[in-house]
């Protein structure tokens, strides 16, 4: 007995004349490309829609965006020295975005970059100067010097979350703000300049020229140190051991214990690591660009390193190029306050959204993540 096919039936069987359905073949390949490269279309997404929001703002000041965002390139790349300040201003730039990167690939996130830099650039203009009889050498000093102070910064905060347990998030932002108390006390104090005791500014003495980091050809000293700082930690996470360490702690923890590795060890070493970076970039303003020590030194460059660390996707080759369009940004707000007198601070607030849609997925993985280990809890632990 034969049953009579339904609608849904038919529907479903569309006989043997009728030809399958066929998918769009560009749709699935763009499609396709868009998941494979979805890192690189997050940043872009957020660049346009940071321009887009700044031109908004800018419109609303009675000026032309685009002739704005114009200025703002030529004053950084076009004008008479422009591109040696915008290199000037990169180098601090990856390097506190490499002190950013590197633990967290670890799975830790360094906030005290600023206090890191800023320790940093006291000692290195300290040793800087006092050392400056040596020349090139007494710079090399300085650098170094500046780099072991931001070290010991961050192997505070390293050592208590290996130890401890305590979260670096707040011992970094604590550590900020004694970092701030203790170089006021220096810089007004024993390593205050004779000069500054009567002007009232408080700064240590004036590096020698013969002992500065200043620019070859118009290409910065400091910069190239950056870049080539940039390649080495992107060659010890992705070519030695100790960069096999860092990676496996950062994906999983438990499995990285299971394995032998010492995670207290790869805690405090990627803290430790990261605030030497940003104790080589205090050192390197100080050395490259002020030619001593001010308490405004660092300005925003130590935050300024966790939006190029997104930015990079924790690549540290990225954060060359992620740092340079930081700095060009930083390098063109006078020259646009200037030229047409729109507030610097619309730089800040694009760096601003940028941190923001960068960190959009970033929030969602981690949020997910966190909810996903939940459930597994839940589901492990029934009935035990």
């Known amino acids: 007995m034969s049953e009579t096919p339904t609608v849904a039936d038919e529907a479903a069987d569309p006989g043997p004349g009728a030809e399958p359905p066929e998918d769009n073949p560009s749709t699935s390949r763009a499609l396709a490309y868009l998941f494979s490269h979805q ?48 290199l000037q201003k990169t180098a601090p730039l990856v390097l506190t975005g490499l002190a950013v990167v590197l633990p967290l690939r670890v799975g830790l996130f360094n906030i005290g970059g600023q ?36 070290a010991g910064i961050g192997f505070i905060a390293g050592f208590l979350k290996a ?36 002007s009232g500014i408080p700064q240590t003495e004036l590096i020698p020229e013969g002992a500065r980091v200043d620019a070859v050809a118009g290409v910065p000293i400091g910069f190239v140190i950056a870049v080539l700082f940039a390649v080495l930690c992107w ?21 990285a214990g299971y394995a032998g590795i010492s995670i207290k060890k790869i805690v405090t070493l990627s803290m430790v690591f990261g605030g030497g970076l940003a ?8 050395a490259g660009t002020l030619h001593r020590f001010e308490p405004a030194i660092g300005g925003t460059l130590g935050f300024d390193g966790i939006t190029i660390a997104l930015l990079a996707r924790s690549n540290p080759l990225a954060t060359i190029p992620a740092a340079f369009l930081v700095g060009i940004l930083r390098t063109g707000a ?27 997925p970033v929030l969602g993985k981690w949020i997910f993540r966190s909810r996903a280990d939940k459930v597994t809890v839940a589901s492990t632990s029934w009935g035990s």
């Open 39 to 86: 890192s690189f279309v997050v940043i872009l997404a957020a660049l346009v829609i940071s321009l887009l929001i700044g031109a908004v703002l800018i419109r609303l000041q009675g000026v032309n965006p685009w002739a704005a965002y114009k200025i703002l390139v030529d004053q950084a790349l076009l004008v008479p020295g422009g591109l040696t300040r915008t």
């Open 115 to 150: 206090g890191q830099l800023i320790f940093g650039a006291t000692i290195g203009a300290w040793i800087g100067y006092s050392a400056s009889g040596l020349g090139f050498a007494g710079a090399l000093l300085g650098l170094a010097a500046g780099m072991v102070a931001g």
């Open 163 to 198: 130890t401890r347990g305590v979260h670096e998030v707040i011992t970094t932002i604590m550590l900020n703000y004694i970092v701030a108390g203790v170089t006021w006390w220096l810089v007004t104090g024993p390593l205050q300049a004779e000069s500054s005791k009567t």
């Open 334 to 360: 006078a020259g646009l306050q200037f030229e047409t007198g729109i507030a610097p601070e619309v730089v800040d607030l694009l760096l601003a959204i940028i941190l923001l849609m960068v960190s959009i």
């Open 279 to 286: 104790g080589l970039a205090g050192a390197l303003e100080a």
């Open 235 to 255: 060659w010890v996470l992705t070519r030695t051991t100790l960069g096999f360490q860092f990676n496996t702690v950062g994906s999983n923890k438990d499995a």
